[in-house]
């Protein structure tokens, strides 16, 4: 059975980085497209990207999420009957990604500093339609350009992105990896527990099959999660709390 899951960080850190990776997702979809609209949105997921992070240090973030979960694959290789194999891999790989960061000496945004197309279409994007070819005919005239040459130099001018991609997949694959799931069920679409003293916490997943017609609505901090299940009741989007008991799997990520 097919299901979505519905995914709320437990602190800021996490909730950052889930939004990197969004972007970042944007932009490796649309680059895979042809068409003008597809090279557009990999430049606005760029840009997004780029004011992004000049708000968010994103290099000392994503170290200092890395090295917790260092400790804890540190504490894994002591268990019995592990794959001490694959947990040496992942330390290895997570120190590796580490030094990639480390390595990083400016801000993002000062590897386009000197890229006239990008500057220029950043400081556009401010304006509603700004980015229109009566406004930009530099940038419409190389949106025009074959599809494949377009393709290929906004590659290139992705590589800057490299480390800060490899760093958010690996802390976001580490975190939904160490994880505990169980099924829940949220009476007349209402769901609260308790979180454990001590457990470091980053996010929870809720995860519902994809026909259910509800969705969660979820808030949590330190101390509990509350979840209810909206449904939407009407053409405008306008949203009631359902009636019905909903089973859902909830997964607690952690670092």
Not at 203 to 225: D, T
Request: glycine share 4%; aromatic share 8%.
């Amino acid at each position: 059975m097919k299901k979505v899951i519905y995914e709320h960080p437990l602190n800021e850190r996490i909730r950052s980085i889930l939004r990197i990776e969004n972007l970042l997702h944007g932009v490796l979809y649309h680059i895979k497209g042809p068409t003008e609209w597809d090279s557009r949105a990999v430049i606005k997921n760029l840009i997004e990207i780029l004011d992004f992070t000049n708000r968010f240090d994103y290099k000392i973030e994503l170290i200092k999420q890395l090295e917790l979960h260092r400790k804890v694959l540190e504490r894994w290789l002591r268990t019995p009957e592990i794959d001490t194999e694959r947990l040496a891999n992942l330390i290895k790989q997570n120190d590796a990604v580490i030094a990639k960061l480390k390595q990083i000496v400016e801000p993002l945004e000062q590897s386009y500093s000197a890229h006239e197309l990008i500057q220029i279409t950043r400081k556009r994007s401010t304006i509603s339609g700004g980015n229109s070819r009566c406004d930009l005919p530099g940038y419409y005239y190389w949106l025009q350009k074959n599809p494949k040459q377009r393709q290929k130099e906004l590659n290139e001018w992705l590589i800057p992105l490299e480390p800060l991609r490899s760093a958010v997949d690996l802390v976001l694959y580490l975190t939904r990896n160490h994880a505990a799931m169980s099924t829940q069920t949220a009476l007349g679409g209402f769901y609260q527990t308790q979180l454990v003293e001590n457990m470091n916490y980053q996010m929870i997943q809720v995860a519902l099959p994809l026909e259910n017609p509800c969705y969660p609505e979820v808030k949590g901090g330190k101390q509990r999660i509350t979840i209810r299940f909206l449904e939407m009741i009407d053409a405008k989007m306008q949203t009631e709390q359902t009636e019905g008991d909903v089973h859902f799997d909830l997964t607690y990520c952690m670092a």
